[in-house]
């Protein structure tokens, strides 16, 4: 296979905010009448791979209630009718319910599932329409709705958005009659189709169907004096013509940050996980794109989406020989080697190893084995131990490596290494040491180990000649590895007196979040970072000190980051730290992993083509000060990770960011396995969840 472009990313320190008020996150979308709602629903992709689901079950039932009222119903008695009908596409039933809301106003809700239409991969079509209702009376009424075709899917197809795009205007006139109740519809002005209403019953207490998407506010909102501080401090930010458009908006001008929540259809695809129901949009490539990642999301248990992400790893993503974890998979069929590949792979090698603790999946050990022997290469193939390399790949014939690409020679013949093993990078084998070394090297089979394990002795050894461990914050657990694997005293003696003042240093700081603004690569690296210290801690507990301080660290850190939906840092609370995190962040935590679509799609999203869209007042990494020569826009609210960009480590993401192009290729789910295997490992999700 050829070689695909190498995603690079530069070293870097995690740079300590000043603290700033936090508001608890608004976790719980209330269910609320039936109501004209923004109903944004998700993306999806033209791939797709078999995921273990639960059983498909019947379609949507009218409430249960007395018998139906003889004859026909009168209207204004509302409640919840059955449909049949006939359209453009073919025959349907369904529901539809005329309710009150608190506001006095009657709206309806109406759910139909074509009977013999499939779409996307064969899943069956279902339409979710919501509007007012007007000129209600016992024989007759006015139904009214827009279906808004603009989401977050900016391109499919030949298919486009843009704020241009226009709603469609869907209209119905319902008369009751002694033999039916007919609704005569029209879509966009014009007559479109008929539909039948019988057997009324009286509304449930819950709704048919409810848009369940809400914002939640990230942070307090800021001072008059803070306001006009960041305002003049980002001016020329505000100026830039991407922004500007939207200076004059009462959110921007209001400069308070939040998430949308959308928890809409949730119960309906695990219901019906193969099915697409296209919400308040008219139908085309795009609303089904937009479903079928919802669909994606949902459909599947969180133990169904990790079997699945692992099967895939294993088939699609671990090239023999390599067994590192890649940037991408593109269509052709090429192996996308990741610049961050020392990174993503040692949290690989710890998924793996928590999927065998928690399964005993021989597959789960044979992986971990094969790709931290790899991450010990990434030492040896240099051949000089000064330095390491960020990642492998396969070599091509008649191809050779050049620029900061390098042939391995020897035993490592037929690879390449990547130059550049950085700060970042040594995280990825840090962490894969000190999992993989006690798992593979001090059980009860380590015999069948002893060369890897023999490597991995001199490998950790040796980091402390690297470039970027001789010295400085990396040297502490250089020396604490060498320590707690291989014994040595001097290397104890080393890390006890650099752990006093990584013990300062950890007293005085914690990872933070100041009004839309973080280091959001530095959170995650700084987790992995933290996890390697409780886990050696575990071991060896310097100055009979580090395993708390470390803990309290975490702790703080959690505090400042828990509205901002960083599950790393809330599951890293809830096993490590000296206090859990309150029920509520472990719940939003389970959220973000059922947003995690699978497969992650190949999609061009682009919020702004939806009218809500709204751009931050502040840029991003704004201690950059290059927001006038680099893009640092971002949105006011982060999105659901299926309307999100869902490429191969989504917990370093900016959580702000409103465009993603992922055409062309597919993207593993390293970032999701680690998460939910360190989860069920550590007893914080359960099987079936």
């Not at 210290?533 to 580090?546: A, Y």
Request: net charge positive; glycine share 10%.
């Amino acid at each position: 296979m050829r070689q695909g472009k190498v995603q690079v990313r530069k070293g870097r320190k995690v740079r300590p905010l000043l603290t700033g008020p936090a508001q608890r996150l608004l976790l719980r979308a209330r269910r609320s009448t039936v109501a004209v709602l923004v109903a944004l629903v998700g993306c999806g992709t033209d791939a797709t791979v078999d995921v273990e689901r639960p059983p498909t079950s019947s379609p949507p039932e009218a409430p249960s209630s007395p018998t139906p009222t003889p004859g026909p119903a009168p209207l204004s008695a509302l409640g919840v009718w059955r449909v049949s009908g006939r359209d453009d596409r073919g025959s349907f039933t369904g529901l539809v319910e005329l309710r009150k809301g608190d506001d006095g106003s009657v709206r309806f809700a109406r759910t139909v599932a074509y009977d013999a239409v499939s779409v996307e991969d064969g899943r069956a079509l279902h339409l979710a329409w919501t509007g007012s209702v007007a000129r209600l009376g016992a024989d007759g009424a006015a139904l009214s709705a827009s279906l808004d075709p603009r989401g977050f899917v900016k391109e499919r197809g030949g298919t486009t958005r843009s704020l241009g795009t226009p709603p469609v205007a869907v209209a119905a006139v319902v008369v009751r009659t002694e033999q039916n109740t007919r609704a005569t519809w029209t879509v966009g002005g014009a007559a479109a189709f008929e539909e039948i209403w019988s057997d009324r019953v009286e509304s449930a207490a819950t709704p048919i169907f409810v848009v369940e998407r809400t914002i939640g506010a990230a942070h307090a909102p800021p001072s008059a004096a803070e306001k006009a501080a960041a305002f003049a401090a980002f001016a020329s930010y505000q100026a830039l013509p991407s922004v500007a458009p939207y200076a004059t908006r009462p959110e921007f001008t209001a400069a308070v940050f939040g998430h949308v929540y959308d928890r809409t259809d949730f119960d309906f695809y695990r219901a019906h996980p193969r099915a697409l129901r296209v919400v308040n949009k008219p139908v085309d490539g795009i609303s089904l794109q937009e479903a079928r990642v919802r669909g994606d999301a949902f459909g599947a248990t969180l133990e169904a989406k990790a079997k699945a992400f692992d099967r895939e790893m294993e088939a699609d993503f671990l090239e023999p020989g390599v067994w590192f974890s890649p940037h991408s998979r593109l269509d052709d069929g090429t192996i996308e080697a990741s610049g961050d590949g020392a990174l993503w792979t040692g949290t690989y090698i710890a998924s793996q190893i928590y999927r065998f603790e928690v399964t005993g999946a021989p597959q789960a050990k044979i992986n971990a084995k094969r790709s931290l022997d790899s991450l010990v290469k990434l030492q040896e193939i240099t051949g000089d131990w000064t330095r390491f390399a960020r990642t492998l790949r396969k070599s091509k014939a008649g191809v050779p490596a050049s620029g900061i690409w390098h042939a391995g020679t020897g035993a490592f013949a037929g690879l390449d290494w990547l130059e550049g093993g950085n700060n970042d990078m040594i995280k990825g084998l840090f962490l894969g040491y000190a999992l993989g070394f006690p798992f593979f090297c001090e059980g009860a089979d380590k015999a069948d180990h002893a060369d890897l394990c023999a490597r991995l002795r001199i490998a950790v050894d040796r980091l402390i000649d690297t470039n970027v461990a001789g010295s400085g914050g990396n040297a502490l657990e250089a020396n604490w590895l060498a320590a707690t694997i291989n014994g040595n005293l001097t290397r104890r003696l080393a890390a006890e007196q650099q752990w006093i003042q990584r013990r300062l240093e950890l007293q005085a700081y914690a990872v933070e979040y100041r009004q839309g603004i973080a280091d959001w690569s530095g959170t995650h690296l700084t987790f992995v970072g933290s996890l390697v210290d409780i886990l050696l801690s575990s071991r060896m507990d310097l100055g009979g000190t580090s395993k708390q301080s470390v803990g309290d660290f975490i702790d703080r850190s959690q505090e400042n980051l828990k509205d901002q939906r960083l599950v790393v840092w809330t599951f890293l609370r809830e096993r490590f730290g000296k206090t859990r995190p309150a029920a509520q962040w472990i719940e939003d935590g389970k959220w973000r992993l059922r947003e995690m679509p699978f497969p992650k799609p190949s999609i061009i999203i682009d919020h702004r083509v939806d009218p809500s869209f709204c751009m931050a007042p502040y840029p991003s990494l704004p201690w950059k000060n290059d927001w006038t020569t680099s893009d640092r826009s971002q949105a006011l609210v982060s999105y659901p990770l299926f309307e999100g960009e869902t490429n191969d480590m989504v917990w370093k993401n900016g959580i702000m960011g409103y465009r993603f192009d992922s055409r062309g290729r597919r993207h593993p789910g390293t970032d999701y396995l680690h998460l939910y295997w360190f989860g069920r490992r550590h007893g914080i999700l359960v099987p079936g969840e």
